[in-house]
Every structure is written in C-alpha cells, then in structure tokens.
C-alpha cells in the first residue's frame, strides 16, 4: 500500500471526489491512516524497509564482519585522499621481531590512515603477540605512526608430548622451537616445567661445574626435578633441600670424578644416602671381580 501511494504522488494523481453512496464500503482503518500521513513518508518508509532488508540480510548471511571491513576501508580512503595517510612508521624496541611483523600484529596495513587509527585497539592487538610485553602507539599528525615495544627474552627450550617451544622467564611459549638461533638455551621437560624453569635454572646456576655439563632438567611428577648430563647419566634430585644436593654433587665430582664413572644413575632423593646404579658392563666385571675374590678365599682357606 505504501509502494501504490508512492507511485500516486509521483505520477500526480488526485483523488477524485466521489458522491456518497449506500453501496460503497467505508475504507479500512490501516489505508485510512496511510492515507493521512504527510508527502514523503513513503518515500522515507520505503528507503528505511530497503535498509533493514540489507541489514537483515548481511547479518543472516554471515557476512557482518566483511561489511565492518568495506566500511572501514571506505572511510579510511576519504582520510588518506584528505591528507591523513600514514607516511612514515617508527618501530623502536624490536629484537626478534620484524617490522612487517609488529605491524600485522598491531592490525596495520596500508590502508590505514592515521585519523581513523584507534591506538587503544592497535597497542592491545600488539599486547596479544606473546614476543611482547608492553607497547606504547603514538599517532603524530598528519602523517607519522610510531609504536615503542617491549620484547620479551627467549629463556629456554621446554619440551612436552614430543614438541618443543620457545618460551619466555615467566613461562610464556614465545613460538615453536624452529629456528637454531635459540639452540644454545637450557632444555627444561616435563608438565609444569615452563612455569618453574626460572627457579631452578636461578639455582643451577650457582654450581657451574653441574650446570655445564647438564643437558637437561626433567621436572617429574610436578614436584621435583631430574637431571640428564651430556653423557646420559640421570641424576634424581630431592625434592627439598636441592640446592645441598646440587652442592654435594659438585664435591664429589671435584673429590672422585663421579660424571666420569661407569655409572647410568645417581639417587639423591633420600637424605642419608647417595645410590649409584652402575652400567651393565660395570654391574658384570663387579660381579666377575667379587667371584674371583671369593675363589681365593676359599683357595687360602
């Protein structure tokens, strides 16, 4: 009814008067009332139905955010032909990252324009990359973007369920392990490692003589830690009191060259005692050597 009375005032059409008559029925109540409305409602009622539909049907259609994109990238075409284009970017703090990088990861491409930029959002997509910590975004007008970022540092290797990453002090998996750059880091394993590998790598490292030659620190049921040096001796540590451990480690390599023996494992869990368990080639020229101590025993007697 709104289209027929659109196209009425367009085509100029009057209503004619019309004598009353016994045999005509009184008008409905809904095109009385449209009937009523001042020039141009239907007009502006069709455009506001065309524009619903639209809305409707991007939303229906899933395709909300690409509509969000077109709008943005429209407004942001109008600020950059007006003068507001990003010219220059300055980038300072990065380390491992590259500016392409710093720029994906802040949400900005090259058509961005600096007035529209809203540098709240952009320093919080930057915060979502786990490489940084902190960001601070400064827009200067007309034409220079500039980010200042603080790099987290690559701590050590932590390796679960057979993968590998790169992970920062406080825990945070920074990136897969791809990359030789970062081989020269500890290697911490095991459940819970990666947020108790500052502490005890703090620790270790106060016995140099152990720390160099360990290659990795195993954490074990989440509660304590193992040791596998470079040549494939375990050392289980206690679970209190590691760094008298670590210490008594230190004296007897020092006193008896004990990473030097033919052993496969040291147990240090309980406190009154240290248990060596000798290789297999060990384990039989011991036995062998016990036999024939006891042949000459028996010889003499």
Do not use: C
Not at 18 to 46: K, Y
Not at 91 to 109: F, H, P, Y
Not at 286 to 296: H, I, M, N, P, T
């Amino acid at each position: 009814m709104g289209a027929l009375l659109l196209a009425r005032e367009w085509l100029g059409l009057r209503r004619r008067a019309v004598r009353p008559s016994i045999d005509r029925e009184p008008p409905r109540r809904l095109l009385g009332l449209l009937e009523r409305l001042p020039n141009r409602t239907g007009i502006a009622a069709t455009v506001l139905l065309l524009l619903g539909s639209a809305g409707l049907g991007v939303i229906k259609g899933g395709h909300v955010e690409e509509f969000s994109s077109a709008l943005s990238d429209a407004r942001n075409a109008v600020a950059n032909y007006a003068g507001f284009r990003i010219k220059t970017v300055v980038i300072n703090g990065r380390k491992q990252l590259t500016q392409d990088e710093v720029l994906a990861s802040g949400g900005v491409n090259g058509r961005s324009s600096l007035l529209f930029l809203d540098a709240a959002i952009v320093r919080d997509k930057l915060k979502g990359n786990p490489w940084i910590g902190d960001a601070t975004v400064l827009k200067l007008y007309p034409g220079q973007l500039r980010i200042d970022i603080v790099e987290r540092s690559a701590f050590a290797l932590w390796q679960q369920d057979g993968r590998v990453a790169v992970i920062a002090d406080d825990g945070a998996v920074l990136e897969p392990y791809l990359s030789r750059r970062f081989i020269s880091l500890p290697l911490v394993v095991g459940k819970g490692a990666e947020s108790h590998a500052r502490d005890f790598l703090a620790l270790l490292a106060q016995y140099p003589l152990v720390r160099a030659t360990t290659k990795a620190a195993i954490f074990v049921g989440e509660r304590r830690w193992n040791l596998r040096l470079n040549d494939g001796l375990d050392i289980r540590l206690p679970e209190h009191d590691v760094g008298n451990a670590l210490a008594a480690l230190t004296k007897f390599d020092k006193e008896d060259r004990l990473f030097s023996r033919d052993i496969v494992a040291v147990d240090m869990r309980l406190p009154d005692r240290l248990t060596v368990q000798l290789s297999e080639d060990a384990a039989k020229n011991r036995e062998e050597l016990f036999k024939k101590q006891s042949k000459k025993k028996a010889g003499d007697a």
